[in-house]
Nanobody, 113 residues
């Protein structure tokens, strides 16, 4: 299993970023996927999750209405569109094969003016 995140960076408050996670080594379309984040000094927390076919999603209360998780099973990729970013969204964001201990290397998102 390999998960490779990309798309992080520095953005001003109110800005947007789109994270991508390219997956390989398993049948991507058969598994739910999720995004987590970990801020300095805090525990890793679930941000969003999506079912295998993409028909159902769920979000942490802190990102509802601002973040959207989606997937393209033809490209073995899961996305996290992040809008209206806030300084408290600053964290390393990780892609996860939901329910398994498989993680990407993480991508840093910094929201600051």
């Amino acid at each position: 299993v390999q998960l490779v995140e990309s798309g992080g960076g520095l953005v001003q408050p109110g800005g947007s970023l789109r994270l991508s996670c390219a997956a390989s080594g398993f049948t991507f379309s058969s598994y739910a996927m999720s995004w987590y984040r970990q801020a300095p000094g805090k525990e890793r927390e679930l941000v969003a999750a999506i079912t295998s076919a993409g028909g159902s999603t769920n979000y942490a209360d802190s990102v509802k209405g601002r973040f959207t998780i989606s997937r393209d099973n033809a490209k073995n990729t899961v996305y996290l569109q992040m809008n209206s970013l806030k300084p408290e969204d600053t964290a390393v964001y990780y892609c996860n094969l939901a329910g398994f201990d498989y993680w990407g290397q993480g991508t840093q998102v910094t929201v600051s003016s």
